[in-house]
């Protein structure tokens, strides 16, 4: 099935380190959600990026959306235990029509 | 708001068995419901799209005599596993959007997922 890239596939860092997830399409999208997913949960809606160069905030959560609309990325700054989890991008537009084609996800894992 | 269930949470069948599995939209009508599977550790991969009153939409690879998807109202959907075989043990998530659709926004509401297991 289609797939957004989604890079790193793991990363395990210390308490209070920071941490970025990259997605990368190669098809111009109308938007990108991300989303996150607790070990044994569902997947849960974060946020939504629309424009062209959007940036977007939440507490520690710094949500980018590239100048063409192909690529994002989701930086946390200084992690915290609560922070474990899978973290997926997900892309609507270009190629992928009006679905929703998740990346392959980043699973973090954070040492206390 | 916008919370959406599914029944059952988990269940163990079978193999050569039926399985329903519904999804629920408790507190919005769903125009359109997404039925999506994951592996473990691996991403959510889109099965159909069902919308109200219409026949589903499957993706490329997924056999619809197998994964019978019926979307009787406006808050219901159901995915029925027919003829289960320990390879379609996987964790089954669905999703709906919500109406009125508000433009530009795509956003779906996931419900809690139902993990098949199929012995």
């Known amino acids: 099935g289609q797939q957004v890239m989604q890079i790193p596939q793991y990363q395990h860092v210390q308490e209070g380190e920071d941490f970025t997830t990259y997605c990368n399409s190669s098809t111009t999208l109308s938007n990108i959600q991300w989303y996150k997913q607790r070990p044994g949960g569902h997947p849960v809606f974060l946020i939504q990026?629309?424009?062209?160069?959007e940036v977007k905030k939440q507490k520690r959560l710094t949500f980018q959306f590239g100048e063409a609309k192909k690529n994002s990325s989701l930086h946390i700054t200084a992690t915290q235990t609560t922070d474990v989890g899978t973290y997926f991008c997900a892309a609507i537009g270009g190629e992928y029509g009006n679905k929703l084609v998740f990346g392959a996800g980043t699973i973090l894992r954070v040492k206390s | 708001g916008a919370v959406v269930s599914q029944h059952p949470s988990w269940v163990i069948c079978k193999s050569g068995t039926s399985v329903k599995i519904e999804c629920r939209s408790l507190?919005?009508?769903?125009?359109?419901m997404f039925w999506y599977r994951q592996f473990p550790k691996q991403s959510l991969m889109l099965m159909a799209t069902?919308?109200?009153?219409?026949?589903?939409?499957?993706e490329q690879g997924v056999e619809k005599d197998k994964f019978l998807i019926n979307h009787a109202s406006l808050t219901l959907s159901t995915l029925t596993v027919t003829s289960a075989h320990p390879e379609d043990s996987s964790f089954y998530i669905c999703s709906a959007e919500g109406f009125p659709r508000m433009v530009r926004s795509y956003e779906q509401y996931f419900g809690p997922g139902t993990r098949l297991t199929v012995t």
């Open positions: 069902s919308n109200e009153g219409s026949k589903a939409t499957y």
């Open positions: 990026l629309v424009k062209s160069g």
């Open positions: 507190d919005f009508q769903a125009t359109t």
